[in-house]
């Protein structure tokens, strides 16, 4: 169980199911979101993360199932009396209203004026960086700027829940890479429930205290990012979370702590850990590129698993080597931190592959 777990659960959605004609857009999801966590829907495009969302923001009405806040159907109530934080790619800035004038609106919708106004928006502008251009229009900001604007009128009000919908998508690499930390930064201490939906692993992984990994409508598998990244269960979810090698072959034998697998008539060892198979199963090891090492073929070290091949590709890319090695078993890629790896093998080169017989895990081929 991780920590967000055993704090009380915040929303949550059973059995939740919206179908549009015959495409089933949520397909029987059910979830628990604790209070203070953020969470995140990744999955690929249809796979029913933005629908999810809406539902929960009160925008779709699902065909069946519920949706509780703290315990309470909310199912009946509009999207207003919900209460929730909202950053959507829909949802503009208003173009005629400062910085300020965004932030403080949500606070006069709900009546608040005075003295605790004026506090609640500058402690927000103050949170979000933007004290600096607090007067400025909205025309007059860059879209990272324009996105803190409305991530600060989604938190004015403290709202107990956030929902954000690819808030960070528009965005050009760097600029994405930075206000993903800050997001992280800003839940660390505000504590507030956070539901992100986002297409983009790598902004999962970095923002999430867990993720929701969606597939055709469906929950293919939920945990925190390591877990995911080093247990996924299936080969999509190996695949989406990253990059991983799959060699499928058969058990050939199994003793107390590690399996071999026959795999095109080589025997590759692994490690069983948690992995159970028996003699004859067949099996998918699915390998990080990252744990297999690229070395000369008279440097491999014998208690490693160890194949021959040749650089089909190789790449420098900053920290890492990437390289893809052809071999018995097929192509391999490996990427290898640069620094201590030696000059950069050409195409061609002769070279073993190495890994540790518990660097893979065993998937199911689905
Ligand atoms: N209003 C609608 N009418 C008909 N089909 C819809 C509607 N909204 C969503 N769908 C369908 O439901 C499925 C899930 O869509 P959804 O937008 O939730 O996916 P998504 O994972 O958010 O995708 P993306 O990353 O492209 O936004 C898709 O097949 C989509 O075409």
Redo the contacts with the bound molecule.
């Keep these: 169980m991780n920590k967000a777990q055993e704090k009380p659960i915040a929303l949550s959605i059973r059995n939740l199911v919206k179908t ?2 015959k ?1 089933a ?1 949520i397909d029987n999801v059910s979830l628990d979101i604790a209070s203070g966590e953020f969470l995140s829907l990744l ?10 969302l809406m539902a929960i923001a009160g925008f779709v009405t699902p065909d069946s199932g519920e949706i509780l806040l703290n315990g309470q159907k909310i199912d009946a109530l509009s999207p207003e009396k919900r209460q929730f934080g909202v950053v959507f790619q829909g949802y503009a800035l208003f173009p005629h209203m400062s910085v300020r004038g965004n932030i403080a609106y949500p606070l006069k919708l709900r009546g608040i004026k005075g003295a605790e106004l004026d506090a609640q928006v500058e402690r927000t502008i103050d949170l979000v960086h933007l004290s600096a251009l607090a007067d400025r229009m909205p025309r007059q900001l860059s879209g990272g700027q324009q996105q803190r604007v409305a991530l600060a009128r989604a938190l004015v009000f403290d709202p107990s829940v956030v929902l954000l919908d ?1 808030p960070l998508s528009a965005l050009d690499k760097k600029l994405r890479a930075e206000l993903q930390f800050e997001l992280r930064s800003l839940h660390q201490r505000l504590g507030t429930t956070f539901v992100n ?1 986002t ?1 983009d692993q790598e902004e999962a992984m970095t923002m999430s205290d867990r993720i929701v990994i ?1 597939r055709d ?1 469906a929950v293919q598998q939920i945990g925190a990012p390591d877990s995911l990244y080093n247990r996924p269960s299936t080969r999509f979810v190996a695949d989406f979370l990253g990059r991983a090698n799959f060699l499928e072959g058969a058990v050939s034998s199994v003793n107390g702590t590690e399996l071999k697998i026959d795999v095109k008539g080589i025997a590759v060892r692994h490690a069983k850990g948690k992995d159970a198979a028996a003699q004859g199963e067949k099996t998918l090891l699915a390998l990080r590129p990252e744990r297999i090492a690229v070395v000369s073929p008279d440097q491999a070290k014998t208690s490693l698993n160890r194949i021959d091949g040749s650089v089909q590709t190789s790449a420098f890319v900053g920290s890492q080597y990437v390289y893809v090695i052809d071999t018995p078993l097929g192509t391999i890629e490996s990427q290898m931190p640069a620094f201590e790896a030696g000059p950069l093998r050409q195409p061609g080169a002769q070279v073993a592959v190495t890994w540790s017989p518990e660097a893979g895990v065993l998937v199911k081929d689905k």
């Design positions: 549009y004609g495409v857009a999955g690929p495009s249809g796979s029913g993360k933005s629908t999810i690819e939906v297409h969606l409508g």
